[in-house]
């Protein structure tokens, strides 16, 4: 049986069936970072994402300085999905021996621009050779005291549904990029997709105040993340596409590219927002939190039971199709 045959979850479904994790692990394979515990009340939080060349990146799109920014950045995002500080991070570069010593050293200033930003240090890593293409891999630690943890595994019907910013316009950047082969002028949608901004303080305030039942960034498409939750919490949901915070310029543009007016908001990748539930009652702590953070925070919908499944609703109340959710790879 060949990769492409079961495609990316299903693989680690089989690779997390061959661990078994220790009493300290509170949480292995399956959330948006893993869970250990270090002490009476805290835990470790870890991550590890990697961006390879022709699949997450194009260097014709992008400059190492920006992608070193990304790749920080969508690991800072898995820990802010779990309502964590982020503390230190290691890098794996397999890199190519033709490549200019000022693309490491730019890749490097971006990442540790980020970093920075959010009190986060570089303390190690590795380096390989490449045949072929580029890959870069950070692992980023975190800590968060172990209640204030937020899984994806605990959203309950009659949760509402919360996202931050504006699903689709990473997706949509992509596309103006890839259309014009990397010529388009800077805007920002594009910006969204080589540069987006990880929801750190969000995530925290969330978690501080638990407000959030379940959480998971959006990184394969907001369908498809959705249905993480959905399927580890056992619950269905109802999302409707008219409360779909959508940003005016995709409002604007999304028709030159693709005839599915709502596909990249609900299947585009890369958003890096976070997706979260609340229970009705701490509704208006939500609402309050995007007053004092200044991000836009929405709801989109409510959890459902489970053998409701993710029911999409259009402006007319009727049921909206989708082919496929998000991005999967192989
Ligand atoms: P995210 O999109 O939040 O980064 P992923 O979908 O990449 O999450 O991964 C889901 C879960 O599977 C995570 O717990 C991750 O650590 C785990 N995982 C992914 N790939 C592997 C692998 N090759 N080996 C072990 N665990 C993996
Ligand atoms: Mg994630």
Avoid at 229 to 246: D, F, H, K, R, W
Avoid at 267 to 286: I, M, R
Wanted: proline fraction near 4%; include cysteine.
């Amino acid at each position: 049986m060949q990769l492409k045959q079961i495609g990316e979850f299903k693989l680690i479904d089989i690779i997390s069936r061959q661990v078994s994790p220790t009493a300290s692990v509170i949480k292995g394979i399956g959330d948006d970072a893993a869970v250990i515990k270090i002490g009476k009340s805290r835990c470790l939080v870890v991550t590890t994402d990697i961006l390879t060349e022709n699949i997450h990146f194009r260097t014709e799109f992008t400059t190492p300085y920006l992608l070193g920014k990304k790749t920080m950045a969508v690991n800072l995002s898995d820990i802010a999905a779990m309502g964590a500080t982020p503390l230190y991070y290691l890098v794996c570069l397999t890199i190519p021996s033709h490549t200019s010593t000022s693309f490491v050293r730019n890749l490097y200033k971006g990442m540790n621009y980020t970093a920075k930003q959010y009190g986060t240090c570089l303390v190690g890593g590795d380096t390989s050779s490449s045949t072929t293409k580029i890959s870069i891999s950070v692992t980023l630690i975190g800590t968060a005291k172990s209640k204030n943890i937020i899984y994806r595994n605990n959203a309950k019907k009659g949760d509402l549904i919360f996202i931050t910013g504006s699903p689709g316009d990473s997706s949509l950047g992509l596309m103006m990029l890839e259309k014009s082969n990397g010529r388009i002028k800077k805007n920002n949608l594009v910006k969204k997709h080589l540069d987006p901004v990880p929801r750190v303080k969000a995530g925290l305030e969330i978690a501080r105040q638990k407000i959030a039942s379940s959480m998971i960034d959006i990184s394969d498409g907001l369908a498809a993340d959705l249905k993480h939750i959905l399927e580890q919490s056992q619950s269905g949901a109802v999302i409707n596409l008219s409360q779909l915070p959508l940003s005016p310029s995709y409002r604007k543009n999304v028709s030159a590219y693709t005839n599915q007016f709502y596909y990249p908001a609900l299947c585009g990748g890369e958003d890096y927002e976070l997706l979260f539930t609340v229970s009705p009652e701490k509704k208006q702590s939500a609402e309050k939190l995007a007053e004092k953070t200044g991000i836009p925070i929405t709801c989109i919908g409510e959890i459902t039971s489970c053998s409701a499944g993710l029911v999409i609703l259009d402006e007319n109340g009727k049921k909206f199709t989708l082919k496929r959710s998000g991005y999967t790879h192989f």
